[in-house]
């Protein structure tokens, strides 16, 4: 019996699937590694391909990391917009709903490592850092000053900066991340991490909100 179609099949599906695992493999080493001292050895290593393969793909490390963060964090980040879109509750639900789905997605995730890679390493890749904030950071911005200022609009939070605050509402989030992936293995004083959101998020409601509830 010839299997020779079966065999064919097989290696598309495997030369299909290799900018995927390419990709996996990336995002394990930039964040154990760091985007810096990752190399494209190692990723192809890991891959399981060569490094020609790699560049088969992917002109070079930062494509790979645009890349990276096209295929991990943007999908959450569409899903977040559109959950926005079609959210019929009160501003303050949505922004608690949006934290939460962030921290199970990502806080909680292999990809929490991203944020601390690109705190650490941004001024010495500009082109990496301007991609990161263009594709990932203004726009969870917007999508949080777009939720606060229908909150001001409608009266239910008070009338502030919906700059500062949206920074306001990010900032403990972003910290807990880069603790918890770079100071926490360290720290004899363990805090449990839901419960600090929870606190975070009743605080912050507890300042903008016109009617404390």
């Known amino acids: 019996m010839n299997n020779k179609p079966n065999d064919n099949n097989r290696w598309r599906r495997r030369k299909e699937s290799r900018p995927g695992e390419i990709i996996e493999a990336a995002l394990e080493l ?14 192809a290593k890991l891959a399981g391909v060569s490094k020609g393969t790699v560049y088969l793909y992917f002109d070079s490390k930062e494509d790979l990391f645009r890349a990276v963060v096209q295929q991990t964090i943007i999908p959450e980040i569409e899903k977040a917009e559109q959950r926005a879109a079609e959210f019929r509750g009160s501003q303050r639900e949505l922004l608690t709903l949006l934290i939460q789905n962030w921290w199970n997605v990502v806080g909680k995730t292999r990809l929490a490592g991203i944020p601390k890679l690109m705190i650490s390493e941004a001024t010495n890749f500009p082109e990496v850092a301007e991609y990161y904030l263009d594709k990932v950071v203004n726009r969870v911005r917007k999508l949080i000053k777009n939720s606060i200022l229908i909150g001001i609009e409608q009266g239910e939070f008070k009338s502030s900066d919906p700059i500062i605050t949206t920074r306001l509402l990010v900032a403990p989030m972003l910290f807990a991340v880069i603790w918890e992936k770079s100071l926490a293995p360290f720290d004899s004083e363990n805090y449990d991490l839901e419960s600090y959101i929870q606190l ?14």
């Open 200 to 213: 975070h998020l009743s605080v912050f409601f507890d300042g903008i909100s016109l009617n404390n509830v």
């Open 30 to 43: 930039f964040v154990a590694n760091g985007f810096n001292a990752t190399r494209l050895e190692e990723v």
